[in-house]
């Protein structure tokens, strides 16, 4: 028989076990908290590629996200976060254009799928969490796989003879430059903050760099003039050109002179796209090709007002059915602050916000479409099944 001390005692661990659980932080029981690698799909595993550099990774908490990346890194302050069933959206700004969305793929092994939308672009990967990562196989990485000099240069604190070996140009830190004789005296320095700086594979009596910022890279070939180092000509490659386009801008500048922000303002103004129009939402063709920037744009150029209400709706329903659920919801968010008592423009707004992944959001959008329709005596026959099924 079992004492009654004993089972005080037993009582008291399996209350401090409890206790000692609940109160573990919410990041702790959510499981995107952490540091993400990421992982390739093959067939039905995922692989760690292995090219020989640092891969993606992500590093997440409940305020902000880490993207550290090959190219490029990302760092933003989480505004708000949004939990809908499996996933969980995390927004960088209170207009939603900007987002990070987690949902697990196989919770056991770690690996989750993260969707992103930055700067209008949406991508989806695949990552491994830091627990896990020994649970993934890591296999070697082939061209198609990795970057190559070719893509980005040699790897950060490599050299490469300028002319006739005499001098020789390094890359350090990511972003300085310098260049040395064969004394190791050191001829030149610069260092470019914010800039990425890569070597290309090229051999002369110049400096063949290639200079990144943000989706924006810059091939440059200076050459020597004195105490300097200039160039006549810059191309810009970036991912608002369309298919990978590159553009050639002839430019004197010297390398003591560079700025990349103000290079990239030549090159906006030289080749400034057309300003995306209200006109362009009655367009089927110009329609499929707006973003979500591209509407916000539309919106403050042409705010929504009885005459363009008309253009907006259509647009948002056309949107729909091209499934760009995001860039109708941002319209309708924009409608239903106009016209609060348009019971119809909140229907709308739920339907863009479920297929958004926004459940929480349609909810009480669905809940005001039906408020209104009681408020104004209509019948709630002709309420869609699908509102009363999403409101359970």
């Not at 796989?145 to 490469?160: A, M, P, R, W």
């Not at 386009?245 to 560079?258: D, G, Y």
């Not at 103000?262 to 209200?278: E, G, V, Y």
Request: charged share 25%; glycine share 6%.
């Amino acid at each position: 028989m079992i004492s009654s001390n004993s089972l005080k005692k037993k009582f008291i661990v399996l209350f401090f076990v409890g206790f000692i659980f609940s109160c573990k932080r919410p990041e702790q029981s959510v499981g995107y908290t952490g540091v993400w690698m990421e992982v390739k799909k093959s067939g039905n595993t995922f692989q760690r590629i292995d090219c020989g550099y640092a891969g993606e990774t992500l590093t997440v908490s409940s305020d902000s996200l880490y993207q550290k990346g090959v190219m490029e890194d990302f760092n933003f302050k989480v505004d708000h976060i949004k939990h809908a069933e499996d996933k969980t959206t995390f927004f960088t700004g209170k207009g939603e254009l900007s987002f990070y969305r987690f949902s697990w793929i196989d919770q056991e092994l770690g690996i989750a799928k993260w969707e992103t939308s930055i700067n209008g672009e949406l991508m989806s990967r695949y990552f491994v969490n830091q627990l896990n990562e020994k649970k993934v196989k890591t296999v070697k990485g082939t061209e198609t796989d990795c970057i190559t000099s070719e893509d980005k240069g040699d790897q950060v604190n490599e050299f490469l003879p300028i002319g006739d070996g005499t001098k020789t140009l390094y890359v350090e830190n990511d972003n300085c430059i310098s260049i040395q004789n064969n004394n190791a005296k050191q001829l030149y320095e610069r260092c470019l903050e914010g800039v990425l700086i890569r070597i290309r594979n090229l051999k002369g009596n110049f400096l063949p760099l290639t200079l990144i910022s943000g989706k924006r890279t810059i091939d440059v070939d200076f050459t020597s003039a004195g105490d300097d180092w200039v160039t006549k000509s810059l191309t810009l490659y970036s991912g608002k050109t369309k298919d990978g386009q590159k553009i050639l801008l002839p430019a004197a500048v010297s390398i003591k002179e560079f700025d990349f922000d103000r290079i990239l303002s030549q090159f906006d103004n030289q080749n400034k796209p057309p300003s995306a129009t209200i006109k362009d939402l009655e367009s089927d063709t110009k329609l499929k090709d707006i973003d979500v920037y591209g509407i916000a744009d539309i919106l403050n150029s042409s705010p929504v007002n009885h005459n363009n209400l008309p253009i907006y709706r259509k647009a948002a329903q056309k949107l729909m059915d091209l499934e760009m659920y995001n860039e109708a919801r941002i319209i309708l968010l924009d409608l239903v602050k106009t016209y609060p008592e348009d019971e119809d423009l909140h229907l709308n707004l739920g339907d863009a916000q479920w297929s958004f992944y926004d459940q929480g959001g349609a909810k009480e959008s669905y809940q005001t479409y039906l408020t209104l329709l009681k408020s104004k005596s209509k019948s709630l026959q002709e309420v869609p099944s699908r509102v009363t099924d999403r409101l359970k």
